[in-house]
C-alpha cells in the first residue's frame, strides 16, 4: 500500500469503528479526524463532508466483507468439491449472523440508518446488494440447479435473521436445517 492508500484505509477504519461504537448521530469530521490522527483539513482534503465520508466507508466496508467471505468460501472448497448439503450448510452457518453485539450486525444496521436518509448511500447499498446477489449466485451454480431462485430466497432470509434471531424459536443449526430442507424442495 502507499502512503495515500494507508491513509484512506486509517480514515475509513477509523469510521467504521466510531460507527460501531457511537453510531452515525454521535460521528462528526472532526471526531474521525481526531481518532484517526490526523488534521481536519488532512480529512476534508480526502472526503469533502460527513456524506462523502459515509460513501466510501460502506464502499470499504462491503468490499471488506466481500473479500472475507471469498476467501472463507475458498478455504471451504479449497482442494476438493465439497458435498452441496454440506457447502451450503457452511455458507448459511457463515451468513446467519446471531450476535447483537456482532461488529458486522451493529455496521449493517448504522448502513441501512443512514440509507434510509441518504440517496447517495441508499444507491451504495442497492449496488453492494446487487452484487452480492450476482456473486451468491455464480457461487451457488456450481452446487444447485436453480440458483436465482435459492439467492432469492435465501438473501432476504439471511439479512432479516440478523435482526430478529433472538426472538424466533428455532436455533440456529435448526435454522439451516430447515433452510437446507426448504432448499431441497426449491431445487426439485
Not at 472475507?68 to 457447502?87: N, Q, R, V, W, Y
Request: hydrophobic share 40%.
Amino acid at each position: 500500500m502507499d502512503k495515500k492508500e494507508e491513509r484512506l484505509h486509517q480514515i475509513l477504519s477509523t469510521t467504521i469503528n466510531i460507527l460501531t461504537e457511537k453510531g452515525a448521530e454521535k460521528l462528526s469530521m472532526r471526531m474521525v479526524a481526531k481518532s484517526a490522527n490526523i488534521s481536519l483539513s488532512n480529512l476534508q482534503y480526502y472526503y469533502k463532508d460527513k456524506d462523502l465520508l459515509f460513501i466510501a466507508t460502506v464502499e470499504f466496508y462491503f468490499e471488506s466483507c466481500k473479500k472475507e467471505l471469498t476467501h472463507a468460501i475458498k478455504m471451504l472448497t479449497e482442494g476438493s468439491t465439497p458435498d452441496k448439503d454440506i457447502f451450503l450448510e457452511k455458507v448459511l452457518s457463515m451468513l446467519l449472523i446471531d450476535s447483537k453485539s456482532s461488529h458486522q450486525t451493529l455496521m449493517f444496521q448504522e448502513i441501512w440508518t443512514l440509507a434510509a436518509r441518504n440517496k447517495e448511500l441508499q444507491k451504495a447499498v442497492e449496488t453492494y446488494y446487487k452484487t452480492y446477489c450476482i456473486w451468491m449466485i455464480d457461487l451457488i451454480s456450481k452446487f444447485c440447479s436453480k440458483p436465482n431462485e435459492i439467492v432469492s430466497f435465501l438473501i432476504p432470509f439471511v439479512e432479516g435473521y440478523t435482526i430478529v434471531h433472538n426472538v424466533i424459536p428455532l436455533t440456529k443449526e435448526k435454522v439451516i436445517e430447515m433452510m437446507l430442507k426448504l432448499i431441497s424442495i426449491v431445487e426439485r
